[in-house]
């Protein structure tokens, strides 16, 4: 079954500077990459989502790129806010399989020091 | 047009107690899938129903069942509670088993004492 890889688990960033927030995959038949941020307490809330059939996506300051070959895709997030700090999870799926579970990542707890 | 709803939101129960929690999906939706999330934790998935059958399950023991109800609407079912059963339980809908667009309901924070 699909497994997937998440780095780092603990990131701390100045106001202003870029995260990154890489994952790997290991099922080939995953095409949908969504990437989710979670406030303490909340549930989790989907922040930017990629298909297969896109290398990048971008929404403002958040992007998300795919490589499709080495199976690993990433969350860019620049010019950093304190808002941002949260934890975010990338998760994998066989979109329009017969069956469809998201499997996701352990997360990454992202820290904006002001 | 309603976002997918649970309920309770908290719960407090005792080791080897049963419980029972509820989801709605979104308007429109007629897929439940429902994770466990523990604390410091990624969701995990424990099943999918779909048109009243459960579908899909992931690696939770029978103590885990669920139903799903012809409005579309979904319970999870814990029964014999652990200590390790405390977590949050998320329910996501989605139109039809395999599609994307999973937004999570506010989830069900249980306790087990």
């Known amino acids: 079954g699909e497994n997937v890889e998440q780095h780092p688990s603990t990131l701390s960033v100045q106001e202003g500077d870029s995260a990154v927030i890489k994952c790997t995959y290991s099922d080939s038949a995953s095409n949908y990459f969504p990437w989710y941020k979670q406030e303490l307490g909340k549930r989790p809330q989907l922040i930017i989502d990629?298909?297969?059939?896109?290398g990048e996506k971008k929404d403002q300051r958040i992007a998300v790129t795919l490589n499709k070959t080495a199976k690993h895709f990433s969350l860019h997030i620049t010019e950093t806010q304190p808002e941002d700090s949260a934890v975010y999870f990338c998760a994998a799926l066989n979109y329009g399989g017969s069956q469809g579970n998201l499997i996701f990542g352990k997360g990454t707890k992202l820290s904006v020091k002001p | 047009d309603a976002g997918v709803t649970q309920s309770p939101t908290h719960l407090i129960k005792t080791r080897g107690q049963q419980v029972t929690l509820r989801c709605s999906p979104k308007s429109g939706h007629d897929t439940v899938s429902w994770y466990q999330q523990a604390l410091g934790q990624g969701p995990q998935f424990i099943f999918q129903y779909y048109e009243e059958e459960e579908r899909q399950r992931g690696n939770f023991p029978d103590r885990f069942s669920g139903h799903q109800f012809p409005n579309y609407s979904s319970e999870l079912n814990v029964n014999a509670l652990l200590l390790g059963d405390s977590a949050l339980y998320l329910c996501a809908s989605s139109l039809k088993p395999g599609l994307a667009g999973r937004r999570f309901g506010p989830g069900t924070r249980l306790t087990v004492t």
């Open positions: 990629i298909r297969s059939n896109v």
